[in-house]
């Protein structure tokens, strides 16, 4: 991993785990407190190319806003050099707490990935006033739920970019790293009609905690999401067992929030060439899909497997997560 956890996330663990969450949560709200995100009212997004940096995809990498009655996010959105304007897939990717669009995008690799498929990739940006660490609130109730919030915008970023590059609807996928995944499971469970499928890395299933002490709770111990009756979608699941940050069992809970019965499972063992081994267990349904992929990573801790440290909490021993994920991701277009 290239760099350590912010000092505010860090103290705030060591006080979960002393039993201190009052102390915690004055801790995680450091060095201010978050401000109210004021609304403001839908508008075209206004994209103007961002400064080149090292190790670029070819493609276009722009800069944009989008705003509606939830507020206003900045994104980013690569455009592969192959997009020609035929329907083309989409992958929307939720950072971690601290990071930024830019800073996720040259971590992950992913636009990388997505110009050798043609793809389109929207990254959204947590803003410093909505969480003073810059985490997506996924533990939030107002967070949580489909039109309102964080999942509210998310959704608006996504259709702005369907609306405004010719998306094909069949192929819109979602996925995140620690909050980041959090918030990936809580827009798949919200809105099962606008994503086929979710990625889900060092994560926490939907509905695992609801205000700030449940959080640290689930980031400690594992917090088991709902169901709630939701569509289920397919779903990828990255977690390291070393880490620290987020307990792998998370990754156990978001597989079991996904899985609606009648799968069959069956479990490969791999090594990455001077890297981690891991166990790579395929859930698949009785016509033979595969509709959950869970990886979990050995001797891993809390960052993105595969990631170029180009980028912050990253991993470089692999697996390559981003290839991985899009690989899944194009194999489960939506039906119909």
């Known amino acids: 991993m290239r760099r350590s956890l912010p000092a505010g996330i860090l103290e705030a663990t060591r006080l979960t785990k002393a039993g201190r969450l009052d102390e915690a949560m004055a801790a995680l709200r450091q060095p201010h407190a978050p401000l109210t995100v004021s609304p403001a009212t839908a508008s075209p997004a206004t994209m103007r190319p961002a400064a080149a940096s090292p190790r670029q995809a070819p493609g276009r990498f722009l800069d944009a806003h989008f705003g509606n009655a939830a507020g206003t996010r900045p994104y980013k959105l690569y ?16 950072h971690g707490c601290s990071q930024s669009p830019a800073d996720f995008a040259a971590g992950t690799r992913m636009n990388d990935a997505a110009e050798d498929h043609g793809c389109l990739v929207a990254y959204p940006g947590q803003t410093s006033g909505a969480n003073a660490q810059k985490c997506w609130n996924w533990f ?18 996504t259709r702005e970019v369907m609306g405004a590059y010719g998306i094909d609807p069949r192929r819109v996928y ?29 994560g926490l299933a939907c509905g695992a905690a609801r205000d700030m002490p449940s959080a640290f709770a689930a980031m400690q111990r594992g917090g088991a999401g709902h169901k709630n009756g ?33 799968l069959h499972t069956s479990t490969q063992n791999g090594q990455v060439p001077g890297g981690h081994s891991y166990t790579r267990t395929l859930h698949v349904d009785r016509d ?7 990886w979990v990573v050995h001797g891993a801790g809390h960052a993105w497997f595969g990631g170029s ?16 994920m899009l690989r899944f991701f194009l194999e489960h277009p939506k039906a119909g």
């Open 230 to 262: 939701r569509a289920l979608l397919p779903a990828i699941v990255f977690h390291g067992d070393r880490d620290g940050t987020v307990n792998p069992r998370n990754g156990d809970a978001v597989v079991a929030q996904s899985n609606g019965g009648g």
């Open 288 to 294: 033979g899909r595969c509709m959950i992929e869970q």
């Open 174 to 202: 979602v996925a995140g790293l620690s909050a980041g995944g959090a918030a990936a499971s809580i827009m798949g469970a919200a809105y099962p009609d606008l994503y086929a499928a979710i990625g889900v890395h060092s």
């Open 140 to 157: 939030n109730e107002g967070d949580q739920n489909r039109d309102a919030g964080e999942p509210c915008l998310i959704a608006g970023i």
């Open 79 to 94: 455009v592969p050099t192959r997009h020609d304007g035929r329907p083309s897939p989409l992958v929307v990717m939720l």
């Open 309 to 324: 440290p180009a980028g912050s909490y990253t991993d470089a021993r692999g697996p390559d997560a981003s290839r991985e």
